[in-house]
C-alpha cells in the first residue's frame, strides 16, 4: 500500500486500543465563558449582599388554589421595604404574595408573617420612634403591628388600593393615600378616624407631612400637586403644572420646598419604552413653581432633596439620575445606568444610592457623578431601597422576589 492509500484509509479504535476509562462530568470541562468571565465581578453569579430574605419566595400556593399562570417554582416580586428608624437590624418587607413579613438583618431564624391582607402588600412604614409599623395592600386594608408583629388594629376608610404610608414626624398619626382619589388620616393608637382629604380626581400616587408636622403635600394622577391643611381637611393650594400624572415627591427638611415628578404610562410611540416626564421644585407657602428640572427625557420615578436641601436627586426610566442644585438652579452631575431607575436613597450630604430595573444596587459620588459601588445579587428589577438606624446596611426589595442585605463602607 502506497502513501496515498494511507491518507485515504479511515483510521479507527476499536476496543483492544482502550487503555482506561475515565469518568468526568461536565464541570471538569473548561469553557470559554467561564475563561471569558472568570472574575466574579462580571460572574451572572455573583452576590455581594450579607443576608437575603426569601421568604417571600417560599411557601407558595398549592396546586388546589394556585393561579393557572403560576409555576411551581415561581417567586413573588416585592414591593415594598422600611427600615425600623430605632433599631438598626429590624426590616419589613410586602409582596405581590399578599404577605408583609418582619425580620432581623443577619438572623436566619426569626421573622415575623404579617397576615390579614387580601392583595399584594403595596406599602410598609415606621413610625418615627419605632413603636409601631404601618402595612397597607391594594385591597384597601391598613393594618398597625407593634415590633414583634402582633397586630394592633386595622384601619378603615380607603375604597382603593392603599398607594403609600407616611407617619406624623412626631406623633402616631398614620396618613394614606388611595387608589380612590382620597387621603385618609387616623390616629394609628386608638385606630379612630381622624381626617379625609378629598380633591383630587384620580388615584393619589404620593404624598407625605411636612417636617415640622404642620402641612401635608399630595400628588395625584390627575396631575397635581395639594398642600393640605391636616386639621381643617382645606385645600391650601393645588395646581396642575405637570402634564403628565404624579408619580413621587420629597419634601425639605425646612418643611418650605416639595420636589416633584412625573411621568406617562409607556406606549407604541416610545421608542425607548420610557414615556415622558418632568420634574419641578414648589414653594409650599406659595404653592408657585421656582424651579423647573429640564434634564430628563423620560418617565421620573424617583426624587430626594440630600440631608441639606442644597441638591436634590431625580432619578427616571431614562437611564439616568440627575444631582441638582437647588440654590443655583442648575445640574450639578449626571449618573448614567445601564437601565432605568427606580428609586433613589441618601446616605449622607454627598453620597446615594439608586436601584435600577437592571437589578444592580449603585452608591454614587453626588459632586462628581462617579458611581462608587455596584451590588449585584438580584436577578430582577429593584423596586424599593431602605438604610438602616445605623447607616451600615442597605436594604433592596426586588422583582425576584428576595430582600437583600447590602453592607456599608464606613
Not at 382603593?160 to 393615600?177: F, K, Q, S
Not at 420615578?301 to 426610566?317: K, M, N, R, T, Y
Request: charged residues 20%.
Amino acid at each position: 500500500m502506497n502513501a496515498a492509500d494511507d491518507d485515504d484509509q479511515e483510521f479507527v479504535i476499536d476496543e483492544c486500543d482502550i487503555l482506561d476509562e475515565v469518568s468526568i462530568d461536565d464541570e471538569d470541562l473548561p469553557d470559554a465563558y467561564d475563561d471569558q468571565y472568570s472574575d466574579s465581578e462580571h460572574s451572572v453569579d455573583a452576590d455581594d449582599s450579607v443576608h437575603t430574605f426569601t421568604r417571600h419566595k417560599e411557601e407558595l400556593y398549592s396546586a388546589a388554589c394556585r393561579p393557572s399562570d403560576a409555576t411551581e417554582h415561581e417567586p413573588w416580586e416585592l414591593y415594598s421595604a422600611a427600615c425600623s428608624p430605632s433599631d438598626a437590624t429590624l426590616v419589613a418587607t410586602g409582596g405581590r404574595d399578599d404577605r408583609g413579613f418582619l425580620w432581623n438583618i443577619g438572623n436566619e431564624v426569626w421573622y415575623s408573617e404579617l397576615k390579614g391582607h387580601m392583595d399584594s402588600v403595596s406599602s410598609l412604614a415606621f413610625s418615627h420612634d419605632g413603636q409601631f409599623l404601618a402595612s397597607g395592600c391594594l385591597g384597601g386594608i391598613v393594618q398597625v403591628w407593634d415590633v414583634l408583629g402582633n397586630l394592633k388594629g386595622t384601619l378603615e376608610g380607603p375604597r382603593g388600593g392603599i398607594e403609600w404610608l407616611r407617619w406624623h414626624p412626631r406623633g402616631h398619626i398614620l396618613l394614606a393615600g388611595s387608589e380612590d382619589s382620597t387621603v385618609w388620616m387616623w390616629n394609628a393608637e386608638r385606630a379612630a378616624f381622624a381626617n379625609m382629604f378629598v380633591g383630587h380626581g384620580a388615584s393619589v400616587t404620593c404624598g407625605d407631612f411636612t417636617p415640622d408636622g404642620k402641612i401635608i403635600c399630595t400628588g395625584s394622577a390627575d396631575a397635581t400637586l395639594r398642600i393640605w391643611n391636616p386639621k381643617s381637611g382645606e385645600s391650601i393650594h393645588g395646581h396642575p403644572y405637570h402634564t403628565e400624572g404624579l408619580t413621587c415627591l420629597s419634601i425639605s427638611s425646612s418643611s418650605t420646598l416639595a420636589l416633584t415628578g412625573s411621568g406617562a404610562i409607556p406606549d407604541s410611540s416610545s421608542k425607548d419604552g420610557s414615556g415622558s416626564g418632568s420634574a419641578h421644585i414648589v414653594n409650599i407657602s406659595t404653592g408657585k413653581v421656582i424651579n423647573t428640572v429640564v434634564s430628563h427625557s423620560g418617565s421620573i420615578e424617583c426624587v430626594g432633596f440630600s440631608p441639606s436641601d442644597s441638591w436634590a436627586a431625580i432619578g427616571g426610566l431614562d437611564k439616568k439620575l440627575v444631582i441638582w442644585d437647588v440654590e443655583h438652579s442648575l445640574s450639578r452631575s449626571t449618573c448614567n445606568h445601564e437601565d432605568g431607575v427606580t428609586c433613589l436613597a441618601w446616605l449622607d450630604a454627598s453620597n446615594l444610592a439608586t436601584g435600577c430595573l437592571d437589578g444592580n444596587v449603585r452608591l454614587w459620588d453626588s459632586r462628581s457623578g462617579e458611581c462608587t459601588t455596584t451590588f449585584r445579587g438580584h436577578s430582577a428589577a429593584i423596586y424599593a431601597l431602605c438604610v438602616s438606624a445605623d447607616n451600615k446596611y442597605l436594604v433592596s426589595a426586588s422583582y425576584d422576589g428576595t430582600a437583600r442585605v447590602f453592607e456599608l463602607g464606613s
